[in-house]
């Protein structure tokens, strides 16, 4: 496929509205506490049941933070005792050998994510234990093969510390970098010197990881088109192998620490637009292709080799090489997806640690799909990972006829067709490069809790 966008700022002035992620379908805002961890017990046993077995997928959240960063919408605690990772990770322990006895031991890891929060926030030594822990309890792989992945934080890692990371297992890692700006650093209150990015980024490539990603943030106070152009020179000087470029949505009445940013001083949605529009330019003059929603990659990149092969996938986590996992989370307001259902941790360290302590999962509320939610989630799925659907793969699928089915929802799309966003023919979906960064437009159409809902609160697609 052809992986290549044509920024219309026509076009995303008048689709710029909010709308779900799709890091899932239904997404967290369909979650019920009718659905708890009796249920979640059962789909996890009738997971085990498939032919040939299904991997898995781990992710574990770490909340810790030394610091808070204003711009941060995650579930963190904000804190510089270290000695609160110690009752955390007892519980996480606990949890894994929980989790762990659900599963056949068939079941090989091949994908595994720490995230935050901060993981490195925790102490070399309880970095060791947790892996360890896992072992115990999971068949990870012994040869690299797997997707074990980490997120970092410059500021909390040195030299030592990522040779640490690699040898109890990581071959991939994340670095958050947001803006080398010293001004946008102070109004965010990320203090991160470029040297420090430099000597983990470089100690990362000595010890042999297989990838480093780039996290940034555009949208942030004092950012401006210069800024943020000296931003991405000095990014691109290190030729990261993925970068991120997240937009940031200010939403302060639903995160406080968000409070602390005045709107006064965030960049017009004018130069917003003109930031982002050089964000692409420069990247693909790089020789990066985009991935989709806020994705970059190099061509040889495994997201990029997946999308050309059709096999990209989605998660909480976002693209993913691994669609043929069953995903276990781990950890306060992680969330599940095992079988066709999702399943949630309670949020609070008070609600968690009392589930593990009473010997019990952590889940509190989630959601099992039905056969509508299934078909529509492989609809939206395509498109958001491959800009391109069959109708026959949808009906092979699923049992239906697609234009049947789906009446409405082509009859919507037109009018994009007609704003030349895709093409629609008689065999099926074909994103334009002009609609690839309004891809969460066309996924909306698909998505029947939103044709329903009222009042809910998604950030912005652009």
């Given at each position: 496929m052809q992986q290549t966008l044509i920024f219309d700022e026509d076009l995303i002035r008048r689709y710029d509205r909010s709308g779900p992620r799709y890091t899932s379908y239904p997404t967290a805002v369909q979650f019920h506490e009718g659905f708890g961890e009796a249920r979640y017990r059962e789909l996890a046993a009738a997971s085990n049941e498939a032919r040939p077995p299904r991997p898995l997928s781990l992710y574990f959240h770490i909340p810790f933070c030394d610091t808070v960063c204003y711009y941060c919408a995650c579930n963190k605690v904000v804190t510089k005792d270290r000695g609160l990772a110690a009752p955390y990770l007892a519980r996480l322990h606990r949890e894994i050998a929980l989790q762990g006895a659900l599963f056949d031991e068939a079941r090989t890891v091949d994908q595994l994510h720490w995230g935050g929060g901060t993981p490195t926030f925790i102490s070399p030594a309880q970095m060791r234990e947790l892996m360890a822990v896992t072992r115990r309890h999971f068949r990870l792989r012994d040869d690299d093969t797997g997707e074990y992945s980490i997120e970092v934080d410059p500021r909390e890692a040195d030299a030592g510390t990522i040779a640490l990371l690699r040898e109890i297992g990581f071959n991939r890692l994340s670095l958050g970098v947001q803006d080398f700006d010293e001004r946008v650093q102070r109004a965010v209150n990320r203090i991160q010197p470029e040297a420090q990015t430099v000597a983990v980024l470089e100690a990362a490539?000595?010890?042999?990881?297989?990838?480093?990603?780039?996290?940034?943030?555009?949208?942030?106070?004092?950012?401006?088109?210069?800024?943020?152009?000296?931003?991405?020179?000095?990014?691109?000087?290190?030729?990261?192998?993925?970068?991120?470029?997240?937009?940031?949505?200010?939403?302060?009445?639903?995160?406080?620490?968000?409070?602390?940013?005045?709107?006064?001083?965030?960049?017009?949605?004018?130069?917003?637009?003109?930031?982002?529009?050089?964000?692409?330019?420069?990247?693909?003059?790089?020789?990066?292709?985009?991935?989709?929603?806020?994705?970059?990659?190099?061509?040889?990149?495994?997201?990029?080799?997946?999308?050309?092969?059709?096999?990209?996938?989605?998660?909480?986590?976002?693209?993913?090489?691994?669609?043929?996992?069953?995903?276990?989370?781990?950890?306060?307001?992680?969330?599940?997806?095992?079988?066709?259902?999702?399943?949630?941790?309670?949020?609070?360290?008070?609600?968690?640690?009392?589930?593990?302590?009473?010997?019990?999962?952590?889940?509190?509320?989630?959601?099992?799909?039905?056969?509508?939610?299934?078909?529509?989630?492989?609809?939206?799925?395509?498109?958001?990972?491959?800009?391109?659907?069959?109708?026959?793969?949808?009906?092979?699928?699923?049992?239906?006829?697609?234009?049947?089915?789906?009446?409405?929802?082509?009859?919507?799309?037109?009018?994009?067709?007609?704003?030349?966003?895709?093409?629609?023919?008689?065999?099926?979906?074909?994103?334009?490069?002009?609609?690839?960064?309004?891809?969460?437009?066309?996924?909306?159409?698909?998505?029947r809790y939103l044709r329903e809902s009222r009042g809910q609160r998604f950030s912005k697609v652009i």
């Open positions: 490539r000595r010890e042999g990881f297989r990838s480093v990603s780039v996290d940034l943030i555009y949208g942030l106070p004092f950012q401006s088109v210069e800024s943020w152009g000296r931003t991405l020179d000095r990014i691109l000087a290190l030729a990261p192998d993925r970068l991120s470029v997240f937009n940031y949505a200010h939403l302060p009445e639903l995160f406080k620490p968000q409070r602390r940013i005045h709107a006064e001083d965030l960049p017009s949605p004018a130069e917003k637009l003109a930031i982002l529009a050089l964000t692409i330019e420069r990247l693909t003059q790089a020789g990066y292709v985009y991935i989709g929603m806020d994705h970059f990659a190099r061509p040889d990149d495994e997201l990029a080799v997946a999308q050309r092969e059709g096999t990209l996938y989605r998660n909480f986590q976002g693209y993913s090489t691994h669609a043929h996992c069953d995903l276990v989370g781990l950890g306060a307001t992680s969330i599940s997806m095992v079988g066709p259902s999702y399943a949630q941790n309670r949020r609070d360290l008070e609600g968690y640690y009392a589930a593990i302590d009473a010997g019990r999962l952590a889940v509190f509320r989630g959601v099992e799909l039905d056969a509508d939610d299934r078909l529509r989630r492989d609809v939206i799925m395509r498109l958001i990972c491959h800009f391109r659907l069959a109708f026959a793969d949808i009906e092979t699928a699923h049992g239906i006829r697609f234009t049947e089915y789906f009446a409405p929802e082509l009859e919507e799309i037109r009018a994009m067709e007609a704003d030349g966003l895709l093409h629609l023919g008689d065999d099926g979906i074909e994103v334009a490069p002009r609609g690839r960064l309004l891809i969460r437009n066309i996924c909306m159409v698909f998505d």
